[in-house]
């Protein structure tokens, strides 16, 4: 089929023609940071070839488990699981060509080229998307528990700071106009607004009600129940702090209830002039956990404008949910991710099933994307912590590819004249196929997608002395056909077919060191690996074809030609 020149120049043309078309610059989506300091979303058009972390800049992490929050009973199979949810997340988040792998046995690396927002990427690796659904508990077990509590504070030594002596109002009441006024209400009041209360839903821009002061020792002057729904309490956001490391105290752990867990909300609510915290006691069984989440996607509610992250549950989560949820209508159901209570928990008003969103107040939909998709790629084992960080600036990876650039034109500059020098007319075919070998070989890491790295470049560089060799060995071969004293004609044929064997040898071989360095290297050597096992194909079909090519259409146009410029 190749037999014939009009064949040969023909499917010359078509890879010329596909390679452009590979190569072509294309309009990509990147995000870059405006003069507010604001993420943006801009189009550019680039050549589709991947860049890797050295050469357009990116982030290093080095991970480990971090013991001191939950220890772990198997590493081994908590990195590896760790390794599977970290693959989906960085997957989602759309980075091009993440390297995420296992280094030692304790230990994740993960690298993220061209991220433009480290702080954000660092909250999808880190985040354990712990996601559970709870009822608040209607016992006042919290309150029964106190006055154990600050015993057990007593015991240890612990006075109270800020409530001994004379007792003070309580933020809430103070909030509402002193201490005297707050006396003064009548009990029937407050019990017809904590009833009015119990049939809201809640809603997370509602103020506090009228509290219900737990009196008497440290906790007891810091934490007051709200009075909107039952489990709910109060904590000034600066005595947060102290109260929740004296909640973690296990003396005070110990006095409460069994079946019951406290939780803080995630975010501060502010009243006035004051900000204060939410604390929950819940029941200590969740209703489901993300374990059964199948999807989640953020979305806008159209009514309120608040992001919104709309999940599903698979059959059998589906199930369990509507059981539970069918057997607590008119209870309150805390949405717990990461241990911190997302919102005010809302009334269950009827059963739910397979579906049911996520309202994050106060939120931006970058942040509800965020959630959705380490929601969607399942929850870490267990917390990770970053051992290591390093940025790469994209400047750095702008002189890499420059000095890249100029390393490979010195040296096929160099390339040149000493195969011109040599072979003469003939080294000037053999410059002319390696121009094309450059540009198979840029396509092909654009049509299998690989990245290049540096050490890719160094590779680039060093198969352009490998295509020249091809071209040396047949070369060579003519030569010595010449000096037999065979014809022009019949030297090239025969200079190509016993070249053949030889070239093939040597190619072989060099692709099979890069495959096991692909095989077992990690990142860097993997992209010299690619660059090289690429150029070696393209230095195949140039040496072999595109060479044989041109040496034909020679001869073809001076057939009388008795010597061969060699």
Known sequence: MFSTIRNRVILIGLLLLACGYLLFPRPTTIRVRGADGAMRDTVVRQVPIKRGLDLQGGMHLALELDQSRQVSSDVARDIEL????????????????????????????????????????????????????????????????????????????????????QPRPTAVQELLGGADTARADSAGRDSARRDSARRDSARPDSTPADSVPVTGGVLAGLIEASGAMPGEYLVRETAFPRVDSLLRLPEVRRALPRGVELRWAADEVSVGVESFRYLYALEDRPIITGASLVDAQAQLDPLTNAPTVNFELDRAGGRKFGEETGRHIQDYMAIILDGEVQGRPPVIEDRIGRSGRITLGGRSIEEARDLALTLKAGALPIPLKIVERRQVGASLGEDAIRSGIIAGIIGALFVVVVIVAYYRLAGLLAIVALLMYIVLTLSGLAAFGATLTLPGLAGLVLSIGIAVDGNVLIFERIREELAAGKSVRLAVDEGFRHAMSAIIDSNVTTALTALFLFQFGTGPVQGFAVTLIIGIAASLVTAVFVTRTFFMIWLDRRPAMSTLSI
């Open 82 to 165: 760790a390794l599977t949810v970290l693959r989906k997340r960085v997957d989602e988040f759309g980075v091009t060509e993440p390297l995420v792998q296992a280094e030692g046995a304790e230990r994740i690396v993960v690298e993220l080229a061209g991220i433009t927002d480290p702080e954000r990427a660092m909250a999808i690796v880190q985040r354990s998307a712990f996601l559970e659904f709870r009822i608040t508990n209607e016992t006042s077990a919290l309150e029964k528990a106190i006055p154990a509590m600050d015993r057990a504070l007593r015991n240890l030594g612990i006075t109270s700071a800020g409530v001994a002596g």
